[in-house]
């Protein structure tokens, strides 16, 4: 969650990295738990009336290492198990607390309302791929222009209008079916969620989809969401990942 006054990685000489805004009287059990940058024992909270934000120093030439990402999401988790936080992603940055005490005061009454709002959830990320092969013989199968412009080009016949009309025509008709397909994954587990956020998918995936989960229904959710994988059988790929930290529902 950017606000105006941290910085970001290429403001000069940062000395604070952002981990999490949580309330004043969060629990912070930091003890144990390294900093990005590799450092034990550094990670502490500047505090702003009912606010809380929790840093560590800066470390030079930040970059997502596999170390260092793993210790911002350790930090996460570990808050999370307490109570509300708003996550930061990886490489917030400010320059001093004072910085980070203006940027507390000047949301307060926002972030107040969205730890409330956030009490008690966690998020599911659920990723789903199809088999390319699988979509382009149901499309071939059920659509007759498909077929029939396929049949017409098979072994190098038809025109050089007629290969690109196919073309066309299958991107289209995979995208309407992947669309589809989302729109049904999301529908049906909205059911059990607060919230959802829908990302655009990567690769050969059709669906990339966060939910905010009440904790008390977690484990219904991640039942449900394996049932509904089971249902759609072979040649798919369904992977869901959480509890996780808000991340997706902090604007």
Same mark, same amino acid.
């Given at each position: 969650?950017?606000?105006?006054?941290?910085?970001?990685?290429?403001?000069?000489?940062?000395?604070?990295?952002?981990?999490?805004?949580?309330?004043?009287?969060h629990?912070?059990?930091?003890?144990?738990?390294?900093? &990005?940058?590799?450092?034990?024992?550094?990670?502490r909270?500047?505090?702003?009336?009912?606010?809380?934000? &929790?840093?560590?120093?800066?470390?030079?030439?930040?970059?997502?290492?596999?170390?260092?990402?793993?210790?911002?999401?350790?930090?996460?988790?570990?808050?999370?198990? #307490?109570?509300?936080?708003?996550?930061?992603?990886?490489?917030?940055?400010a320059?001093?607390?004072?910085?980070?005490?203006?940027a507390? #005061?000047?949301?307060?009454?926002?972030?107040? *309302?969205?730890?409330?709002? +956030?009490?008690?959830?966690?998020?599911? !990320?659920?990723?789903?791929?199809?088999?390319?092969?699988?979509?382009?013989?149901?499309?071939?199968?059920?659509?007759?222009?498909?077929? *029939?412009? !396929?049949?017409?080009?098979?072994?190098?016949?038809?025109?050089?209008?007629?290969? +690109?009309?196919?073309?066309?025509?299958?991107?289209?008709? +995979?995208?309407?079916?992947?669309?589809?397909?989302?729109?049904?994954?999301?529908?049906?587990?909205?059911?059990?969620?607060?919230? !959802?956020?829908?990302?655009?998918?990567?690769?050969?995936?059709?669906? !990339?989809?966060?939910? +905010?989960?009440?904790?008390? *229904?977690?484990e219904?959710f991640?039942?449900?969401? *394996?049932?509904?994988?089971?249902?759609?059988? #072979?040649?798919?790929?369904?992977?869901?990942?959480?509890?996780?930290?808000?991340?997706?529902?902090?604007?």
């Open positions: 969650m950017a606000t105006p006054s941290p910085s970001t990685p290429t403001s000069p000489s940062p000395s604070l990295y952002i981990y999490a805004i949580t309330g004043s009287d629990p912070l059990r930091l003890e144990g738990l390294r900093a &990005v940058g590799g450092v034990s024992g550094v990670l909270a500047v505090t702003g009336g009912p606010l809380a934000c &929790v840093v560590s120093p800066a470390p030079p030439d930040l970059r997502p290492k596999r170390r260092d990402l793993a210790a911002h999401q350790e930090v996460q988790e570990r808050l999370m198990a #307490d109570g509300a936080v708003l996550p930061m992603r990886f490489g917030m940055l320059p001093d607390d004072a910085a980070v005490t203006a507390l #005061d000047g949301k307060r009454a926002e972030y107040v *309302r969205r730890l409330e709002e +956030l009490h008690a959830t966690a998020e599911f !990320n659920l990723k789903a791929a199809r088999s390319q092969d699988d979509l382009l013989r149901e499309v071939l199968t059920e659509s007759d222009d498909a077929r *029939r412009l !396929n049949e017409r080009t098979r072994d190098g016949g038809g025109t050089y209008a007629d290969r +690109l009309a196919l073309g066309e025509l299958v991107a289209r008709q +995979l995208d309407a079916r992947q669309r589809q397909l989302a729109d049904q994954v999301v529908g049906r587990l909205s059911e059990m969620a607060r919230g !959802n956020v829908v990302a655009s998918p990567a690769g050969d995936d059709f669906l !990339n989809a966060s939910f +905010l989960v009440e904790r008390g *229904r977690a219904e991640s039942r449900a969401a *394996r049932q509904l994988a089971q249902g759609y059988g #072979d040649g798919y790929d369904f992977r869901l990942r959480g509890p996780l930290p808000p991340y997706s529902f902090v604007a």
